[in-house]
């Protein structure tokens, strides 16, 4: 063992550590934003993204993201906020809106982002448990696109090429095309289920995890039945 960190700062860690050069990026449950030196674990920065959460919150439980100097951290406390990976200064927030599924147990009001962003190219792609999937641009979090599906978007998404998958609470899997239309198009969507059409998608079926592999998309689905 070479190091390791008290536990104020791995405390109530869910995302996986992002390496950047000679630092080791580490985010806690606090929302705490700790910059590590890889060499011999020292803490080079802190930086608390959300005065609210506390080590009890599960404020972050998603991986953040890490293109052009900037992380972008999904919290389930309101908002997406890019960091400067060097100084740990917050450069934007995009807020969420309420949605029907309470992700954070101890929030009132559900504004959550559970699911990893991903950048391609020059956009910044995220999906949120308002069911709203939102295109940003990376420097300044402005919208680029956006559109409602209609059900939570509580997992990571999935690039391959120039198609972005991404499954929702509903148990629907859809492509999307972002080869430079604008905005980008749904390719072939799977067929949403009852429960879809009467937007009542509570427990017909969660996207928990999505990845594509030689052309395939591989969705892990928790159902019902």
């Not at 939102?134 to 559109?147: D, H, I, N, V």
């Amino acid at each position: 063992e070479r190091w390791r960190l008290d536990k104020d700062a791995s405390g109530g860690v869910h995302a996986a550590p992002i390496v950047d050069g000679e630092r080791v990026l580490i985010i806690n449950a606090s929302t705490v934003l700790h910059a590590v030196a890889a060499a011999d674990g020292h803490i080079v920065w802190a930086k608390k993204l959300n005065a609210k959460a506390t080590p009890l919150s599960m404020a972050v439980g998603a991986t953040p993201a890490l293109a052009d100097g900037l992380l972008f951290v999904a919290t389930q406390y309101e908002a997406m906020v890019a960091v400067d990976a060097t100084t740990g200064a917050v450069q934007w927030r995009a807020s969420v809106g309420e949605s029907g599924v309470h992700v954070a147990h101890n929030q009132r009001v559900a504004r959550s982002i559970p699911g990893a962003p991903v950048v391609a190219g020059d956009v910044r792609w995220g999906g949120a448990a308002d069911g709203v999937l939102r295109a940003l641009e990376p420097s300044t979090g402005a919208t680029l696109w956006r559109t409602d599906l209609g059900a939570p978007i509580l997992s990571g998404l999935a690039p391959a090429g120039e198609v972005l998958y991404v499954g929702s609470f509903d148990g629907t899997l859809r492509a999307f095309a972002t080869d430079g239309a604008a905005p980008p198009v749904a390719r072939a969507p799977a067929a949403p289920g009852r429960g879809a059409r009467r937007r009542s998608y509570l427990g017909i079926g969660l996207a928990v995890g999505l990845a594509v592999a030689g052309g395939i998309a591989l969705a892990a689905l928790a159902r019902r039945r």
